[in-house]
């Protein structure tokens, strides 16, 4: 079964140091994987998305993300957080080889950027 | 970037009555919108995929006749919570799916959510 893992809850991170929000994937074959992000109380917007390619894909608000095939991971980085970047961030796989368009989500990870 | 609206933002009913649900994609056409419900601090759940001209793909567990999905247009889905009730409340997030133009392919866009408070 397809599935997404993100396994830290929350990622706390000074202000202009890196950050990586890490991600991994469960599907078989070449998947199509997606970085959102949400400010409270609204919906999720549009980072960046792997689908073929280079595997370093760069996203909106200077994010980046790595597609590395043999770990099964899609990690998501920026080279200088700014407190700005402090929402929820979301990974989501889709499986283009299925019938229907769905998205599976991680759980989300918070991110705490301090000033 | 390709926009999706959601309508209203925010609503409150009291228990038994129904809401709608809009979900607008203003800058290109969706023959395939999504609608998620997501809890406070927990993931998107998907509920059910909304095709266009089509009867609306319900997940496992989601009942079809409590919450109505309709996709009169290549612009428009609605979602109506029927005999809304306390348990109902969450917030209520549409995708719009496009399939290719000027953004890219390939990528659901969402809405900015819909806070349904039932009384």
């Known amino acids: 079964a397809q599935s997404v893992a993100q396994p830290e809850d929350q990622v706390n991170v000074a202000e202009g140091n890196p950050l990586t929000v890490k991600c991994t994937y469960s599907v078989s074959g070449n998947p199509y994987l997606f970085w959102y992000v949400q400010y409270p109380n609204r919906g999720l917007q549009f980072l960046l998305k792997?689908?073929?390619?280079?595997?370093l894909v760069k996203g909106s608000y200077g994010f980046e993300a790595e597609f590395n095939k043999s770990q099964t991971s899609f990690h998501l980085k920026k080279p200088s957080a700014l407190v700005s970047d402090s929402a929820l961030y979301f990974c989501a796989v889709r499986d283009p080889r299925s019938n229907t368009d769905k998205l599976i989500f991680g759980t989300g990870t918070r991110l705490q950027v301090f000033p | 970037g390709a926009v999706v609206s959601q309508h209203p933002s925010r609503v409150i009913c009291k228990s038994g009555t129904s809401v709608k649900i809009e979900c607008r994609s203003l800058d290109f056409q969706a023959t395939t919108m999504f609608w998620y419900r997501q809890f406070p601090k927990q993931s998107l759940m998907l509920m059910a995929t909304s095709n266009e001209g089509s009867k609306a793909t319900y997940e496992q567990g989601v009942e079809k006749d409590k919450f109505l999905i309709n996709h009169a247009s290549l612009t428009l889905s609605t979602l109506t919570v029927t005999s809304a009730h306390p348990e109902d409340s969450s917030f209520y997030i549409c995708s719009a799916r496009d399939l290719g133009g000027a953004w890219s392919t390939d990528t659901q866009y969402f809405g900015p959510g819909t806070r349904l408070t039932v009384l």
């Open positions: 792997y689908i073929t390619g280079d595997n």
